[in-house]
């Protein structure tokens, strides 16, 4: 049985991160179907000039999850967090209906990392990484999977007012953790796209692996350097320890407030120490064929459209 990959369907595909994977895997060739709930009030996005089927899926049913699946040779799920829970049915489906490759809804913060579950970050990511797990489990079935981690989403219109960067451009603010200094892993969510794109066109290469990616790895002391640089302006600092902000996660999930989430991945990625920038050794970038990105590039760009650079 051939392992090339030429049909993919795609689990979210309407979403923030899944619309960019969607539109990569056309630009890389593949016939791409996008899965969507029935009553879903995504928008459809536009693929232009490209055109995408959209299937509805009730995937609460695993005979409409197997029709679905029929004749695709691999399934990404780009699902919302709260819903990563479905995903063991997805599996079951995908197994039966004979889909070649998985790729899990991960995305984000290293499920794997050696030490990771004793973390409140990983505590709260167990259900992702029991996914994972649970393919491991399959992989005597037929089916393989390749599972992406990529640090921070880098879209500077959120990390640059005031998401989880800290910096806020539009109200001359930035507020810096501990010393600002710890590197951290960021993709743009268009990388991201092109790093699962390529994945699947290099099938053997990734097969029942856990990868890494990242466009750069950058700390908070640097962007705000450069957007100080690039508008000509200082902003004004406020300095937060990151103690404090593993503190007031903790009051949160005392309350059962689980955007406690927020707090513990800037700890886990902002705080002085944190070690959590891509590793050289570690990074699948070359294995993919991906570029190192230049943040200042991206950020000036983003500045330019908002009409914030220095004259
Ligand atoms: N690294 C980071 O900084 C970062 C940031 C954000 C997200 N992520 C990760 O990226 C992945 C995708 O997140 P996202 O932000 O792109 O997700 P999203 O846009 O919130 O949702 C993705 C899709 O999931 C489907 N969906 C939403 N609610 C659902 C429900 N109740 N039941 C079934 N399906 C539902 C929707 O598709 P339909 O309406 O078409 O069914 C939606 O378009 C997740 O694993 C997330 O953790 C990482
Ligand atoms: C506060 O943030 C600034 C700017 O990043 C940094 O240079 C300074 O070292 C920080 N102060 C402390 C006490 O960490
Ligand atoms: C930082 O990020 C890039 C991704 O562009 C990665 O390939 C690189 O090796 C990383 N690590 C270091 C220590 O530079």
């Known amino acids: 049985m051939s392992s090339t990959i030429n049909t993919v369907a795609v689990l979210g595909g309407t979403g923030n991160l899944g619309t960019h994977i969607v539109r990569a895997l056309l630009v890389g060739g593949f016939t791409v179907t996008i899965l969507t709930r029935p009553g879903s009030t995504s928008p459809r996005p536009s693929f232009s000039p490209y055109t995408v089927p959209f299937t509805e899926v009730d995937y609460s049913s695993p005979s409409s999850l197997r029709d679905a699946f029929q004749g695709q040779d691999a399934v990404v799920s780009v699902l919302a ?150 508008t000509g302006k200082k902003l004004e600092v406020a300095n937060v320890s990151s103690k404090d902000i593993f503190k007031q996660g903790e009051e949160k999930l005392k309350r059962g407030d689980y955007s406690a989430f927020v707090e513990f991945l800037k700890v886990h990625f902002l705080a002085d120490g944190a070690g959590n920038a891509l590793g050289e050794e570690e990074s699948a970038n070359e294995k993919l064929g991906l570029v190192t990105e230049d943040v200042r590039a991206v950020v000036k760009g983003y500045l330019e459209g908002e009409g914030l650079l220095a004259a």
């Not at 505590?123 to 999977?145: H, M, N, P, Q, T």
């Not at 951290?184 to 290099?202: T, Y």
């Open 81 to 230: 967090t709260a819903v990563v829970q479905e995903q063991k049915k997805i599996i079951d489906a995908a197994v039966e209906a004979g889909v070649k490759r998985f790729v899990p809804s991960e995305f984000g913060v290293n499920t794997r990392k050696a030490g990771i579950e004793k973390t409140r970050i990983g505590e709260l990511l167990a259900g992702k990484r029991g996914f994972v797990d649970y393919l491991i489990s399959k992989e005597g079935d037929g089916i393989s999977w390749t599972g992406l981690s990529t640090g921070l989403f880098f879209d500077p219109v959120h990390v640059l007012s005031n998401g989880l960067g800290g910096i806020d451009i539009k109200n001359g603010k930035a507020t810096i953790i501990d010393s600002g200094t710890e590197p951290w892993p960021a993709s743009l969510r268009s990388h991201v796209g092109r790093a699962v794109s390529e994945i699947l066109r290099h099938p053997d290469l990734t097969r029942n692996q856990y990868l890494s990616t990242a466009s750069f790895n950058v700390s908070q002391n640097q962007l705000l350097k450069i957007v100080e640089e690039l």
